[in-house]
């Protein structure tokens, strides 16, 4: 465990939390992984590649833009409407 949590994050990949670690191990060392299920964490979860982030990185800045566009006509919209 000692040795997972020491070693360097592969590149593009961020490094693994103590739970992360914990999580490994008890997924390798157990038939059934009852406890971690019971404690919401999820195994077998896919790991990111780069491209998926990037995807994801792309898609929330279009979301904020669009977020960001949506409220300055909502001002705009408001002051009309308090002027007239």
């Not at 919401?40 to 929330?60: C, D, H, M, T, Y």
């Amino acid at each position: 465990m000692e040795q997972q949590l020491a070693a360097p994050p592969e590149e593009g990949e961020e490094p693994k939390s103590a739970t992360e670690v914990v999580a490994d191990v008890l997924d390798d060392s157990t038939k059934k992984n009852m406890f971690l299920q019971n404690v919401g964490i999820k195994i077998g979860r896919p790991r990111s590649n780069v491209q998926n982030v990037q995807a994801q990185l792309e898609v929330e800045k279009k979301a904020n833009s669009f977020m960001q566009n949506w409220m300055i006509w909502k001002g705009e919209r408001r002051k009309k409407n308090k002027q007239g």
